[in-house]
């Protein structure tokens, strides 16, 4: 009987040529792991169930990587730790589960690791190829924080040996997809209980941190060396103009990265900038959820930064709303550019905004915070700066946030200030 966990399922491509059917498709590594469990385990028929139920959402990348990520780790622990097979689960084993993955034993946890199996064949890939385990495998990873990696590298900080921890978005995606499964065995027949639902206190797994967005976003002293170290750049080597237009529409619209790159069903354009009948300009978006939306736009975005990159592209100052040019091309002219190319360029400009900060002799506390700084936080800043100068709503609107006490709860902490203004010179000698 198997002690160690192995990875059941492959690449989303891979995943797609399977034979529902039957398991004659399957990586015969995976045949034979799940044939060495006793017979009272159920292991095949576990592994049909979550491959039945992967098969509905088959249809978007991404949702089957985390949907295959959580219940692969259910069937393996079901199998090698609670020793019953899947479907016979009930409400103790989904807590045990649930505390099993907040602290998983070190075996399981390894760094993030991107193949699953490798192949052993000849560069060309063949039929006839075979494929083994990569030994760095494990269900559980730990990813270090952009910061850790950059105090690494300069020797200032030792990253091994990083405990594991899961976020509390994954916690509560553990219960959303581990009870989807079960409902959706239910509806195959396969089982007449839900034991994550049947789970009453999830609040003690679920429970969710006040978002801490001071955490997640630059000061004014910090974006002043951003957003000059872009336009140096960009002055230095139009190659970078591309860049501040990048950054400076990321920060002037609260954007998120899909924003910029587009969508399945949608790529902006410069015709997603209009002017209404007012003057004022807008930038329409598709979002997340595929909802439809306009953001208001500031005036100095659109007469410096916006008018500077289209005359570097050769075009008029403003855009036309009949306009077909795309918003980002590459330096080749392709259209559209990927999030991950994206985060690359703007990295550049955080790392040489650090350089000069600390060149120019600031304190480790006053630099410490660009060592973590992202594309997203561009996002964070521009809110945080912006939340005393906008009523609520308006700026609601602009981030798109479906709820108010959202928008309200993060970015407008004037009470938070006045509870630390009332304490910060109480004593405690006299």
């Not at 589960?97 to 760094?111: A, I, N, S, T, Y």
């Amino acid at each position: 009987m198997p002690t160690a966990p192995c990875p059941l399922f492959e690449t989303y491509g891979r995943f797609q040529e399977l034979n529902f059917q039957q398991l004659s498709a399957e990586l015969p590594i995976v045949r034979d792991y799940l044939a060495d469990f006793p017979a009272e385990l159920q292991a095949l028929d576990g592994y049909q169930a979550v491959r039945g139920f992967l098969k509905s959402y088959a249809g978007n990348e991404t949702t089957f990587n985390s949907y295959r990520t959580h219940v692969e780790r259910l069937l393996l622990w079901a199998l090698l730790v609670a020793h019953k097979p899947l479907l016979e689960l009930r409400r103790r084993d989904a807590e045990a589960f649930m505390e099993f993955c907040l602290r998983p034993p070190k075996d399981w946890v390894g760094p993030m690791v991107k193949s699953r199996f490798v192949r052993i064949g000849g560069r060309k890939q063949l039929d006839s190829d075979s494929y083994q385990v990569n030994e760095a495998w494990r269900p559980f990873s730990v990813t270090v924080p952009k910061r850790n990696r950059s105090l690494a590298e300069t020797g200032l900080q030792d990253i091994t040996n990083r405990p594991y921890k899961m976020a509390q978005g994954s916690v509560a995606q553990v219960f959303a997809v581990c009870g989807s499964f079960f409902q959706h065995a239910i509806d195959e027949g396969l089982t007449e209980v839900n034991p994550f639902r049947a789970v009453k206190q999830k609040s003690i797994y679920k429970q969710r941190n006040t978002l801490d967005v001071a955490g997640r976003s630059l000061n004014q002293l910090q974006w002043g060396y951003v957003i000059e170290t872009a336009e140096a750049m960009a002055d230095e080597d139009e190659v970078h103009e591309r860049t501040l237009f990048i950054l400076t529409t990321l920060f002037a619209m609260y954007l998120r990265v899909s924003d910029l790159v587009g969508r399945d069903n949608w790529e902006p354009t410069m015709g997603d900038f209009r002017k209404d009948t007012l003057g004022n300009w807008w930038f329409h978006v598709v979002g997340k959820g595929n909802k439809a939306a306009k953001i208001s736009v500031r005036d100095d975005y659109i007469q410096i930064y916006l008018a500077r990159y289209r005359r570097h592209l050769g075009l008029p100052a403003l855009p036309s709303p009949h306009e077909t040019q795309p918003l980002l091309s590459t330096l080749k002219g392709r259209a559209g550019l990927s999030d991950r190319h994206l985060r690359l360029l703007l990295q550049q400009v955080f790392d040489r905004a650090l350089e000069r900060m600390v060149s120019e002799g600031w304190s480790d506390d006053e630099v410490d915070h660009l060592r973590s700084a992202s594309l997203h936080w561009l996002r964070h800043t521009s809110a945080t700066f912006d939340a005393p100068r906008r009523d609520m709503k308006d700026l609601q609107a602009d981030l798109r946030h479906n709820s108010l006490s959202t928008t309200q709860n993060t970015y407008y902490n004037s009470l938070d200030e006045q509870r630390a203004h009332s304490v910060k010179n109480l004593r405690i000698k006299d």
